[in-house]
């Protein structure tokens, strides 16, 4: 029976930090753990460093930029280097078959060749059209992939989209999900076919994107007893604080073999009685803490679901948007019909909505678009159309009509204003007609002021009753306010 016999006293496990910070690593270091910088010499220096014996590291936390690993051939020894090359591909091999971890943070434009230089394989993209392809899929159907036109290098596209769709069984996401707000993301694969070279392995998803292809944007690499490699986003300054999380909320729990046992296991039965004292009451604290969370995030949850119309308002497509302009109606006050739903199969359509309000007698019609692009003058026809049919099947004089635009949605709403109805003649075809043209956000807007209590239910009612022409934001005012 072969026993481990340490030559020197050390703590594990042993972590090398590449291309990070000293100061990053300081507040690693800081928690009790014991790390080392190292350096890949992609930056001016050109100087490559591995401060421990590839077999000494058992984990590796890498900031990947473009260059890091694929370009080492020139780079200089620095005096520091306990190794005398660049050897950065058996230093992965080493972690790997002693159960260790590899954690990358990919910058984004990184090439794929930085990847496979360590002994990770097919990784990236090849687009063509627009549409993305692994490179395996390309050289298998060449031919038919070079009647589709031009296409581009393998590379690592960045990832576009406003969502993503993340394996909740998977223990390391409930550490990424706290940061995927500053993650700057690419698509790592389009096939699922990633593998590490030095032995057999398989790769799972961690993030995929939204889109048909369900890109990854994250993923882990495993196999049986092995190590982990995990390939993550650049997430920038954070990229310390994922790191730490993962050192001790997941790691130890994953792989405890690779951290040093206390001394004596049953301590914890013998603390000092201030201590148990203190430990209990901790941990008491901690038990009403996770209670209340769990309390206030039902709540958040319920609430979110209640208010769904709302961010509707700024999202919503099509008869979606219609219905979600309906409830934002009501909530501020007014009677609505969607007549959509009243019409027979076949017949004319119609209107969307009538909109009332009970206590002044106001009546018009409604109409909801929902665009990707700018919105569009030909809407202002059709409310017309509309206006002049009601008009004469009722016999009455051309009602009032509300346009209400969900427009330009790829956009910030914060930014879409600014291509809502500039054109001057707009705003007096709609004050000829009757027709007040309604940015989604402005009535967003109106919505969370009443909520917020800035504003009351019968004072918005007032200004979109007393209001026509082109309204692209709404800000309470002292007079929207008092009417």
Not at 193 to 222: N, P
Not at 307 to 331: M, N, Q
Not at 340 to 354: S, Y
Request: charged residues 25%; aromatic residues 8%.
């Amino acid at each position: 029976m072969s026993t481990r016999v340490a030559l020197i006293k050390h703590e594990r496990p042993r972590i090398l930090a590449l291309d990070f910070s000293e100061r990053e690593a300081t507040k690693i270091k800081d928690l009790g753990f014991n790390i080392r910088v190292g350096k890949t010499g992609c930056d001016r220096s050109n100087e490559y460093n591995i401060p421990w014996a590839l077999q000494d590291v058992e984990i590796l936390i890498a900031n990947l930029s473009p260059g890091c690993f694929s370009d080492t051939d020139k780079r200089s020894r620095h005096e520091r280097s306990v190794e005398d090359g660049p050897h950065f591909r058996a230093l992965l091999a080493e972690i790997w078959l002693k159960q260790g971890w590899t954690i990358l943070f990919i910058k984004q434009d990184t090439p794929p060749r930085d990847l496979e230089a360590i002994g990770i394989h097919n990784v990236g993209a090849v687009s063509i059209r627009g549409l993305l392809v692994s490179a395996a899929d390309y050289v298998e159907h060449a031919q038919y992939w070079a009647s589709e036109g031009p296409v581009s290098a393998l590379y690592l596209p960045r990832f576009k989209g406003q969502a993503v769709v993340v394996d909740a069984e998977q223990p390391e996401n409930k550490i990424l999900k706290r940061h995927l707000h500053v993650a700057r993301m690419s698509i790592l694969s389009v096939d699922r076919g990633i593998t590490y070279g030095a032995a057999y392995s398989r790769s799972q998803s961690l993030i995929q994107d939204e889109s048909s292809d369900q890109s990854w944007l994250a993923l882990k690499i495993e196999y049986g007893q092995k190590g982990k490699i995990l390939l993550l986003p650049d997430f920038g300054k954070n990229n310390t604080d994922v790191a730490i999380a993962l050192l001790q909320e997941i790691i130890p729990d994953a792989s405890p073999s690779l951290f040093d046992d206390p001394q004596h296991k049953w301590l914890k039965d013998y603390l000092p009685h201030p201590v148990e004292a203190t430990k209990n009451e901790k941990e008491k604290f901690l038990a009403v803490a996770v209670e209340k969370y769990d309390r206030l995030q039902k709540a958040e949850d319920d609430l979110l679901e209640e208010f769904r119309w709302l961010i509707g308002l700024l999202t919503s497509p099509g008869d979606e948007f219609r219905d979600d302009v309906a409830v934002a109606l009501r909530f501020i006050g007014f009677k609505v019909d969607v007549v959509d739903l009243t019409i027979a199969p076949g017949a004319a359509m119609k209107e969307d909505l009538h909109i009332v309000d009970v206590d002044t007698g106001f009546f018009a019609l409604g109409e909801t678009k929902s665009t990707k692009r700018g919105a569009s003058e030909n809407f202002l026809t059709d409310v017309q159309n509309h206006q002049g049919r009601y008009s004469r099947e009722n016999t009455i004089p051309v009602p009032n009509a509300i346009l209400i635009i969900n427009h330009s949605t790829e956009f910030d709403p914060s930014i879409r204003s600014g291509r809502f109805y500039q054109n001057p003649n707009v705003e007096q075809r709609c004050i000829q007609q009757g027709i007040l043209a309604l940015d989604s956000v402005a009535l967003f807007q109106m919505c969370q002021f009443i909520l917020s209590g800035l504003a009351s239910k019968a004072s918005v009612r007032s200004f979109i009753q007393n209001n026509q022409g082109v309204i692209r934001t709404f800000v309470v005012t002292p007079t929207n306010e008092s009417e």
